[in-house]
């Protein structure tokens, strides 16, 4: 199974669509990373655990899910980083590849010490900008009309073929 853990707030900084939206509405900015996110989970199969820092707000740390992604929010004075790191040393075992989206280099070392594979702000971008183009030309190709045989018969072969077809 391959699971990725994705430090929200340091994706959110860094891809130029969800920093912009963030600006104006950060309540929005979660809730795209979320859909994002949702995408690439369901494109990869991956296993998507998306955490977001709260160490600043009181209370117990909260776990959702939303569109098939498991959400969590760190407890009170718990960062994200470490959270992060405590879930790759819970999730990660023989038959289980983690990978942790950030770009902070100190975290990227921190994971990778613990046998996670990282994956770069940027990375993550470009791999999910990929996916949607694959989405997209997908769709293209099953709702785009095919073109049907230039070659006209006239009625009596198009019988012929019929009875050939039907074994006549």
Request: proline share 2%.
């Amino acid at each position: 199974m391959n699971v990725l853990l994705v430090d929200a707030y340091n994706i959110i900084g860094a891809w130029p669509d969800l920093k912009k939206l963030k600006e104006q509405d950060f309540e929005a900015a979660r809730d795209r990373l979320i859909e994002y996110m949702a995408e690439y989970q369901a494109y990869t199969g991956f296993r998507v655990i998306v955490i977001f820092d709260a160490h600043m707000v009181p209370g117990a740390e909260t776990r959702e899910r939303k569109r098939n992604v498991e959400v969590v929010y760190t407890r009170e004075k718990e960062t994200a980083d470490e959270c992060i790191e405590k879930l790759v040393s819970q999730i990660k075992d023989v038959q289980t590849t983690v990978y942790v989206a950030t770009s902070d280099y100190v975290e990227q070392w921190t994971v990778f010490s613990q046998g996670a594979l990282r994956k770069s702000a940027r990375e993550l971008y470009r791999e999910m900008k990929e996916i949607e183009n694959q989405i997209a030309q997908k769709i293209e190709e099953k709702y785009t009309p095919r073109k049907k045989a230039s070659v006209r018969f006239n009625e009596e072969i198009i019988m012929l073929f019929e009875k050939w077809r039907r074994g006549k």
